[in-house]
């Protein structure tokens, strides 16, 4: 088997590829990660498509509103620059996302696993299931096909 193309935010190959601006409106749950002192001020997240990242002290704890118990960490300095609260315990997205399917990293072949290397970890996913996602200070994050479809708008 074929090792995994493994991605970092600085990746030569990010250079060559066609993203596109989306903006993704959905209302979503927001909590902050914030342990007690002498707790761990880590915590591992598996999320919902599978991944097991690290959420650290301070950082947001995001989900779905129809599924609150799948959640996905934030790094809180990425949130404050991307997310707006519109109330307590809820928030939406207010930074454009720029998307390029992964296919366009493996050469169209949906079946290649690609490791990115995120702010919260690294996470390892089919190509032809998920989009690479690029954010505002250039990290880099893998975004599920099906919410390109049904949560986000290209931006014209």
């Excluded at 959420?55 to 996905?72: C, F, H, Q, R």
Aim: proline share 8%.
């Amino acid at each position: 088997m074929t090792d995994p193309i493994f991605l970092t935010s600085d990746s030569p190959i990010l250079n060559t590829l066609n993203f596109k601006a989306y903006r993704n409106s959905v209302m979503r749950r927001v909590k902050p990660f914030l342990p007690e002192p002498g707790e761990p001020q880590t915590a591992e997240i598996k999320t919902p498509w599978g991944a097991t990242l690290i959420a650290k002290y301070g950082d947001m704890l995001l989900s779905e509103i129809d599924t609150p118990n799948d959640v996905w960490p934030v790094d809180a300095v990425i949130f404050d620059d991307t997310y707006l609260v519109i109330e307590p315990g809820y928030c939406i997205k207010s930074a454009v996302t720029m998307l390029v399917p992964m296919t366009a990293v493996t050469g169209g072949d949906a079946d290649r696993l690609v490791t990115v290397d995120t702010l919260e970890g690294q996470q390892t996913i089919r190509a032809g299931d998920f989009y690479l996602a690029r954010g505002v200070k250039g990290e880099i994050w893998s975004f599920p096909k099906e919410k390109v479809a049904t949560i986000m708008k290209p931006v014209e």
